[in-house]
């Protein structure tokens, strides 16, 4: 997807918990009318702010695109809850460190401005399509953009996870947990336990553990999403987090199902956005120690 259709409305989204968002809001909002852009409020954000919205399904699919007012979590979010809506999401950044979310307050009359030029690009970032099968026959399903975490359900207890790629084993990982990432949250979780960076159009699953418990030199796995990944934690209680929302009990006999999504999530960002410019801003690369 190159270009946007029309660009005539804007469903927004904003951080939750945070009222004093809302002149920021208003100020975005009226940047985006004086353009002929309509603008759209889910009920959520609009209850938090003292306004009316719309219900989330009913914005997204009156929306030209979507528009994340927060953090990368918010876009995050957003990200899932649209996915089979398959609109494009852009990120305004009021948040801290802003990957994902990253156009500047600031910026946001410019950003406008190539929107309307055709200044810009829509990404298509992998994304994880997953289910847990628990041993009682319940299916649960859920998409994820960053990555999918397992750790023990008691803090500082260690975990076992039992990995299979294709229906064969290959590993079993004793420590505080697994990280399975998409390229697009290699610069999450998985860069702070030591993964790899991956550039955010490959298409791949990055296997990292964190802080194995192991006398073999356990390493981070990069594999193509043809593959399909299958994980248990046996003898253990475990939690399964979703890009760091949503959280999932694992029993043993539960197993976690991993796969590559038909389709990616559509990222827009102006085409001035350098990726490599961004990760030496965000990680201070070549900056004197």
């Not at 039992?162 to 949250?185: E, H, K, Q, V």
């Not at 987090?241 to 389709?263: M, T």
């Amino acid at each position: 997807m190159k270009q946007l259709a029309q660009i005539k409305t804007a469903g927004f989204v904003l951080k939750p918990n945070t009222v004093e968002i809302k002149p920021i809001y208003e100020k975005i909002k009226a940047q985006f009318e004086a353009r002929g852009v309509r603008v759209l409020l889910a009920k959520n954000s609009a209850n938090m702010i003292g306004l009316e919205g719309l219900d989330f399904d009913v914005m997204c699919d009156a929306s030209d695109f979507l528009v994340s007012l927060g953090g990368d979590g918010t876009l995050l979010s957003l990200v899932r809850r649209s996915y089979g809506h398959h609109k494009p999401v852009v990120g305004i950044n009021a948040g801290n460190l802003g990957f994902l979310a990253d156009i500047t307050i600031e910026g946001v009359d410019s950003f406008l401005e190539q929107l309307f030029a055709g200044d810009y690009r829509i990404d298509n970032r992998m994304m994880i399509a997953g289910y847990i099968q628990k041993a009682s026959g319940e299916k649960i399903d859920f998409f994820a953009l960053n990555d999918v975490v397992i750790s023990s359900a008691i803090p500082s207890k260690m975990v076992k996870v039992n990995a299979s790629i294709d229906g064969a084993r290959f590993n079993s990982y004793r420590g505080d947990g697994l990280i399975i990432s998409t390229p697009t949250g290699s610069t999450a979780y998985n860069l702070a336990a030591g993964g790899p960076v991956v550039y955010p159009l490959t298409e791949a699953f990055i296997i990292t553990p964190v802080m194995a418990h192991s006398l073999t030199n356990q390493r981070p796995l990069v594999v193509p999403t043809q593959f399909y990944i299958e994980l248990d934690a046996e003898k253990y209680d475990a939690i399964a987090s979703i890009d760091g929302q949503e959280r999932y009990s694992l029993k043993e006999g539960d197993v976690l199902h991993l796969g590559g999504a038909a389709e990616g999530a559509k990222l827009l960002h102006t085409k001035g956005r350098n990726y490599f410019s961004v990760l030496r801003e965000k990680l201070s690369w070549g900056d004197a120690n």
